[in-house]
């Protein structure tokens, strides 16, 4: 693979040992993928950040990375694994509080914003169409490349984190033209009504696309939090973190429709609502934020809980920005007097959960996914979700 005298000399250990590690790391990459250079990005989004799913060798890498590694571009934190201000009203575990505030502070030493989300994009990171970044979370990525039209690939922790200490990636998979060109035909045939019909149809995706890149037909329009539903579910049930909606996704007219199709009728959707869904009476647990919510939906949420009592445990999970945005409008003030609580820096997927719940009500389809090996989930309207914590 090319490398400039710059890049060579990182390589070298002319930088320090963090940037030759991530040298290391790039170039090794880029062997496996064939990758003829490396890039610039503008962004990188970091993952491996909840003690959870990084442990005790992640922690120490960081550790050992922090201590001369310091980024090159614009760096974002995907998010942990406690409230990083609250872990304690949450009930998290104190040993595991002082790993994960371990690994944070190891993180921002390298001068990484502590964003702690995987919603980037709602909290002012926007690339641009055609923007090369260097993004981790599967549905930050699948958002950025098909509904901003930005270039990345799904960076592991080790590749993210060295993208941002050189601010550089290798050339291939969805950096490349020839990589983004959709293979199959989705027909929407019935009219989506909400994010978790949304959900629905990247299980349909994913299930018919797998590792393909899908070309979605029929969606008259769709809201932010519908699109993020919608990134989140494709690559969480098929693979590919790259879909074209027609007159959404930039670029979307370039290519000819592909051949291989489907259609997706009212049927289907609820065909798959019941297969992303286990059978319960009550949920103990109800859960909305997967991906992070955004404004809106917590301005939703407050609006329906005001006058209302919350009985069954309800968590929104978010940002801190967001949060602190919903603190100024008085939303997490509606919220919180009716009993439901704002949990920041986390989601019920990262954080440590086991054993706490038995069965999960929540607008998310990738939620369902990934709780379910831990507890039974269902997927419901975020109206459903709320008037059920409030009966
Ligand atoms: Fe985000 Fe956690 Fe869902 S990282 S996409 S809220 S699983």
Redesign the pocket.
Known sequence: MYLTKEEERMLNGEFGFAIQKAMEILVALGKIYDAERLIRVSSVQVAGVSYKTIGEAGLEFIEDMAKDGRVRVKATL??AGIDLKDWKKFGFPEDFAEKQLRIIKAYKKMGIEITCT??PYLIGNLPKEGEHVAWS?S?AVTYANSILGARTNREGGPSALAAALTGRTPLYGLHLDEERIPDVLIEVKTVLKDASDFGALGYLIGEFARNKIAFIKGIKKASVEELKSLS?STVTYGSKPLFYIEKITPGWDKFELPKEKTEVTEEDLREAREKISDYFEEPDFICI????ASIEEIKKIANFLKDKEVRTELWI?TSRKVKETSDKLGYTGMIENAGGKIICDT????APLENRFKALLTN?A??CY?CRSRMKVKLASLKECLEVATR
């Open positions: 995907n998010p995987c919603t979370e549905s989140a934020g997967c991906p992070h999970a989601c019920m997927v990262v998310s990738k939620a990934y």
